[in-house]
């Protein structure tokens, strides 16, 4: 059975880098066919995709918060590490990790919200 | 940047059909798109249904069809049932690794 589960703080304070981590099971995150993506959900409206990671360890980012991502594997560890720099109250949001297989993603994650406030 | 357009909301009579459309601001959406289709109800992750334009995920009932209709790609409800009533969102691969969510249809079944 494929899982993943996102871990992190449930709160950060504006200014500071957030760090999410994305532990899976059920496949390798050497396997050529997948990757790992992370996807955002403020409260209330839609989903944004925001940052991948192929087998090969290439990375890709959205273009509109390239500047502040940086996305990383260990595969040892089964585990996908993102972080978001300079943090504001309008990336309050529920941060979801999913498989991508091929070109779609599944399963996703359970999700994890955090908010930022001081 | 390229936006993803989605219908807002969406109703529908329980049993009835109803095609969500998913489609972008500039340009036509083909299967090099690889569009796929996932509903969301509240406080839950997404779920997928399609995937590669027409492909169901595993148990996704067969009430569920994808497909590209003109310019924009589709998922089709026939048979709506009362826990239809989600959020689906459409998401599209723009090519070197990234890909652009639409902004949710919010279906009511009614």
């Known amino acids: 059975q494929v899982t993943l589960k996102e871990s992190g703080p449930v709160l950060v304070k504006p200014t500071e880098t957030l760090t999410l981590t994305c532990t899976v099971s059920g496949f390798s995150l050497s396997n050529a066919r997948m990757g790992v993506s992370w996807i955002r959900q403020p409260p209330g409206k839609a989903l944004e995709w925001l940052a991948h990671i192929f087998s090969n360890d290439e990375k890709s980012y959205s273009t509109s918060l390239k500047s502040r991502l940086t996305i990383s594997k260990d595969t040892s560890k089964s585990q996908v590490v993102l972080t978001m720099t300079n943090m504001d109250p309008v990336d309050t949001a529920t941060y979801y990790c999913?498989?991508?297989?091929?070109?779609?993603?599944?399963?996703w994650g359970q999700g994890t919200l955090v908010t930022v406030s001081s | 940047q390229t936006v993803v357009t989605q219908e807002p909301s969406f109703s529908v009579s329980p049993g009835g059909t109803v095609t969500l459309t998913c489609g972008l601001s500039s340009g036509s959406v083909s299967t090099s798109y690889y569009p796929s289709w996932y509903q969301q109800t509240p406080g839950q992750a997404p779920r997928t249904l399609i995937y590669s334009t027409n492909t169901r995920s595993s148990g996704v009932p067969d009430r569920f069809s994808g497909s590209i209709l003109g310019n924009k790609a589709a998922l089709t409800i026939t048979g709506a049932q009362a826990d239809d009533e989600s959020d689906y969102y459409c998401?599209?691969?723009?090519?070197?690794?990234?890909?652009?969510f639409g902004g949710g249809t919010k279906l009511t079944v009614l």
């Open positions: 999913a498989r991508m297989l091929y070109n779609w993603f599944d399963p």
């Open positions: 998401v599209l691969y723009m090519g070197s690794g990234n890909w652009v």
